[in-house]
C-alpha cells in the first residue's frame, strides 16, 4: 500500500524501480483508465473540456463516488450490499413522504431517514455475522424487500409512484443549500455533491490507510480467521462497513431528494451493480482484502466521463451500457495482472 | 493498548528454574473417546520442552489445553506454581501464553508490519484525530524482527510475499514482543523444507535465550533434538515418558517416537529380497 519512507538503504530493494511499485497500487489502473477515457472525448469534444462541461460531467461522477466509496471500503472488508441502489431510493422517499406528504420540517425527515437507513445498514450487517451466510444472498433479500417497499408504500400514501412536492416543506432551502446547490468556481457553476465528494474520498483514504479501523478492514477481508484470532473486533468491524454503506445512501438519496424535489418509486434499482463496477475499475478485489476508497472515486470518475462524453460526441446513449461492460472487463484483467506484479516485484 | 511491554531480554536462565508451566497427570475426555491421559512435564523459562508424537497420538489436545482452547478433564494444569483453568484462548494470552499455530495468524495481502500489529495498533492522537503511529509500528518491527535475527526486506512488503519459514518467524517475534511468558508453537517446521526448518529452529532458540518458555510440538525427533531441553512423548493419547536432555539421546528418542519394533518391523517388510 503505502511506500516506504525513510527505511535503511538494503540492497534487495534497489532495482525495483519506481513504476513496478506505482504498480503495486490498487488505484493505478483507474487512474490510467481515467486518462485515456478523458483523453479520448477531450480530443473529440471542445465541450467536454470546457469547464461547463467538466462541471457536467462531475456532476454524475460525485454522487456515484459517494456511493463507490463506501461500497469499495464494504468490499475491502469481504463482503457486498446489493441493496445499497435500492436504499437511496428508500431515503429518497422517505424524506419525499414526510415534507411533501405530512409537511414535516426537511432537518426532521432528514433525521429519520438517516435513522431508518442505519437500521437497514444494521439489519444487513448483523443478519451476515450472524447467519455467516454470503452478505450477496443476504442483501439480495434485503433488495427485493425494500424494491416491494418503496413501491408498494409509495403507492398506498400518494396513490403514484412518486414522491413529490418535497420543496414544498419548511427549512427546504437550507437544507438545499447544503446538500444539493451549486457553487461557482471561475464563472462555472459546480454541484456542491462534487466537494461533497473530494472530502469522502480523503476521509476514507485517512481511514483505510491511517487508522486501526482500516487496518481491520483489510484483515476482516484478507483473512477474518486471522483478524479474530489477534482480537480485532471482526464482526463490529462488518457491521459498522454496512452502516457506512447505508450512511452512504442517506447522504445520495438526500442530495437527489432535495435536488429534483419529487422521487420516484424505482430511484435506485439496478444502480447497487454500478457501485461495485466503480469498485472493481478502482481496484477493489471481489475476494476482499484489497483496494483503495481514491480508485472507487477514479472508477466513478470514468463512469461520469463516459455517461457526459457520449451524449458531447453525439452517440446513441445506448452504447453506454456497452463501454461499462467492456470497462468492467478490462479493469478486471488489468487487476488481475497488477496484483500479480505487485506480489513477483516484491520477491 | 497502544504500547505493549517488551519482554525483557534475561539472558539464558538457569536450567534449573522453578518451572513456569506445568502439567500434572493431565487428560482430556471426548465423550467416550480419550483424547489425553496422564501426561505429566513442565518448562521452565529459558527452556524448550518438545511434545513428539505421531497423528494422533494427543499433541493437538495437549496444546490446545495449554492455550486454553479445551479444558482439562483430569490433573492438574500450574502456571508459576498455580492451578489454573483456563476459560478460553484470551485468558492465556492475559497469562503471557502465545499459541502460534500451524495455519498462521497473518493476512496475505497486508504488509509485514500491519501484520505485526494487528488488533494492537500503535495510535498517536486524541479522539477523532487518533491514528496509527506508522513510523512506529515499522521502526518496531524491524527492530524486533531485527532482534530476533529476521533480516526484512522491506517492511511494508505483503507477508504473502514471504516464505513459510519467515512467516512463522514473524509470528513468534509477534508473540515475543507482545510479551509473551510462554511460546507454544505448533509444528512449526512440518511443512518446511531443510534448510527453512533450521531458520525456525534458530528463532526458537533466540525467544528461549530471551527468557522465554518454550513448548515446541513436532513429529520430527530431528528437529526437537539441538534445541529442546525436555522431551515428552506422547502415543495414543497416552505419555510414553518425559525426559530430560541428559536421559535421552536422538537414536532412543527416535525408535520411541517411531514405535521401536514397529519400524523394525516395517524396515524388515521393506527390505527387498536379496537379488539372486
Same mark, same amino acid.
Given at each position: 500500500m503505502a511506500t516506504a519512507t525513510?527505511?535503511?538503504?538494503d540492497e534487495r530493494i534497489k532495482n525495483l524501480g519506481v513504476t513496478r511499485q506505482l504498480l503495486a497500487r490498487p488505484e493505478i489502473g483507474a487512474l490510467l483508465g481515467a486518462v485515456v477515457v478523458f483523453a479520448f472525448f477531450a480530443v473529440q469534444s471542445s465541450v467536454f473540456r470546457s469547464g461547463a462541461g467538466v462541471a457536467n460531467w462531475l456532476d454524475p461522477a460525485s454522487t456515484l463516488g459517494i456511493m463507490a466509496i463506501p461500497v469499495a471500503l464494504l468490499m475491502i472488508g469481504g463482503e457486498f450490499d446489493l441493496s445499497a441502489g435500492v436504499m437511496v431510493g428508500t431515503v429518497g422517499l422517505t424524506i419525499g413522504l414526510l415534507t411533501?406528504?405530512?409537511?414535516?420540517?426537511t432537518w426532521g425527515a432528514l433525521v429519520i431517514a438517516l435513522a431508518l437507513a442505519l437500521a437497514l445498514g444494521f439489519f444487513n450487517g448483523y443478519l451476515v455475522v450472524r447467519t455467516k451466510l454470503p452478505s450477496f444472498i443476504i442483501t439480495l433479500g434485503t433488495f427485493l424487500m425494500l424494491q416491494g417497499l418503496n413501491l408498494g408504500v409509495t403507492k398506498a400514501v400518494t396513490d403514484t409512484v412518486q414522491a413529490d412536492a418535497?420543496?414544498?416543506?419548511?427549512?427546504y432551502r437550507p437544507a438545499y443549500d447544503i446538500f444539493a446547490s451549486t457553487v461557482s468556481v471561475g464563472g462555472v457553476e459546480f454541484r456542491v455533491t462534487i466537494l461533497w465528494w473530494i472530502a469522502l474520498t480523503a476521509l476514507a483514504t485517512w481511514v483505510l490507510l491511517r487508522t486501526r479501523f482500516g487496518n481491520w478492514i483489510f484483515s476482516v477481508g484478507g483473512n477474518v480467521q486471522a483478524a479474530r484470532s489477534v482480537g480485532v473486533p471482526a464482526a463490529r468491524t462488518k457491521v459498522v462497513l454496512f452502516m457506512t454503506t447505508a450512511a452512504g445512501a442517506w447522504l445520495v438519496g438526500t442530495m437527489s431528494a432535495l435536488r429534483l424535489t419529487s422521487i420516484q418509486?424505482? +430511484? *435506485?434499482?439496478?444502480?447497487e451493480l454500478i457501485y461495485i463496477v466503480a469498485a472493481v475499475i478502482g481496484g477493489?478485489?471481489? +475476494? *476482499?482484502g484489497f483496494g483503495s476508497a481514491v480508485g472507487a472515486s477514479l472508477g466513478a470518475l470514468i463512469f461520469g466521463m463516459v455517461q457526459q462524453g457520449i451524449v458531447y460526441l453525439g452517440?446513441?446513449?445506448?452504447w453506454f451500457k456497452f463501454f461499462l461492460g467492456a470497462m468492467l472487463l478490462l479493469a478486471v484483467f488489468t487487476n488481475q495482472f497488477v496484483r500479480r506484479l505487485a506480489e513477483e516485484s516484491r520477491r | 493498548m497502544s504500547e505493549t511491554a517488551q519482554a525483557d531480554?534475561?539472558?539464558?536462565?538457569?536450567?534449573?528454574?522453578?518451572?513456569l508451566l506445568e502439567v500434572r497427570d493431565i487428560g482430556k475426555y471426548f465423550g467416550s473417546v480419550?483424547?489425553?491421559?496422564g501426561v505429566s512435564t513442565q518448562v521452565a523459562p529459558g527452556q524448550v520442552c518438545c511434545v513428539l508424537g505421531d497423528n494422533g497420538a494427543g499433541k493437538s489436545t495437549l496444546i490446545k489445553i495449554l492455550s486454553g482452547v479445551h479444558q482439562q478433564d483430569t490433573g492438574e494444569y500450574l502456571i508459576d506454581g498455580e492451578p489454573i483453568r483456563l476459560a478460553n484462548p484470551r485468558a492465556a494470552l492475559d497469562r503471557g501464553i502465545a499459541t502460534v499455530y500451524?495455519?498462521?495468524?497473518?493476512?496475505?495481502?497486508?504488509p509485514i508490519w500491519r501484520n505485526f500489529f494487528l488488533g494492537s495498533e500503535p495510535t498517536k492522537g486524541?479522539?477523532?484525530?487518533?491514528?496509527?503511529d506508522v513510523a512506529k509500528a515499522r521502526d518496531i518491527t524491524r527492530r524486533e524482527l531485527a532482534g530476533m535475527g529476521i533480516d526484512i526486506?522491506?517492511?511494508?512488503?505483503?507477508?504473502?510475499?514471504?516464505?513459510g519459514g519467515e512467516r512463522q518467524s514473524v509470528a513468534i517475534a509477534r508473540a515475543v514482543h507482545f510479551g509473551a511468558r510462554v511460546l507454544i508453537l505448533d509444528e512449526?517446521?512440518?511443512?518446511?523444507g531443510v534448510k527453512q526448518a533450521g531458520v525456525v529452529l534458530r528463532y526458537i532458540a533466540q525467544a528461549r535465550d530471551r527468557g522465554l518458555a518454550v513448548v515446541f510440538i513436532t513429529h520430527n525427533p530431528h528437529h526437537a533434538y539441538p534445541v529442546g531441553d525436555r522431551f515428552v512423548l506422547l502415543k495414543r493419547g497416552r505419555s510414553l515418558g518425559d525426559f530430560a536432555k541428559s536421559e535421552v539421546g536422538l537414536p532412543e528418542l527416535t525408535r520411541l517416537m517411531a514405535g521401536g519394533a514397529e519400524l523394525e518391523e516395517l524396515s524388515h517388510e521393506l527390505e527387498r529380497e536379496p537379488q539372486a
Open positions: 525513510a527505511a535503511p538503504v411533501g406528504q405530512y409537511g414535516m420540517n418535497i420543496d414544498t416543506a419548511p427549512a418509486a424505482n +430511484t *435506485g434499482i439496478g444502480e477493489c478485489l471481489l +475476494t *476482499g452517440w446513441d446513449s445506448d | 531480554p534475561v539472558p539464558a536462565a538457569a536450567p534449573e528454574a522453578a518451572p480419550i483424547a489425553l491421559q500451524q495455519d498462521l495468524a497473518m493476512v496475505p495481502l497486508m486524541r479522539g477523532p484525530l487518533r491514528r496509527l526486506r522491506d517492511p511494508d512488503q505483503p507477508v504473502g510475499t514471504l516464505s512449526p517446521t512440518s511443512a518446511l
